[in-house]
């Protein structure tokens, strides 16, 4: 199983001799402060950044008006 996850989401090295000892994943979490509450999560393969993750969630954002 570790290795169908290795496969699918990548290592922290690109080397078979230097991979991690777990398979790796990039994950972002957009948190209601206030709650606490979970509202989006996006998960992808190790190699890609958090920021394109964290886009795909902007429109969860609520705006508030004072």
């Known amino acids: 199983m570790v290795s ?3 496969e699918h989401f990548g290592s922290a090295s690109n080397t078979a001799a230097k991979q991690s000892a ?3 994943l990039r994950g972002v979490a957009l948190m209601n402060t ?3 509450v979970i509202l ?4 992808d393969v190790y190699r890609n950044a ?3 993750l964290a886009k795909a969630m902007l429109d969860k954002i609520a705006v ?3």
Do not use: C, I, M
């Open 34 to 36: 206030h709650s606490h």
């Open 50 to 52: 958090e920021t394109p």
């Open 40 to 43: 989006d999560a996006q998960v």
């Open 22 to 24: 777990y398979p790796l």
């Open 64 to 66: 508030l008006h004072f």
């Open 4 to 6: 169908f996850l290795r």
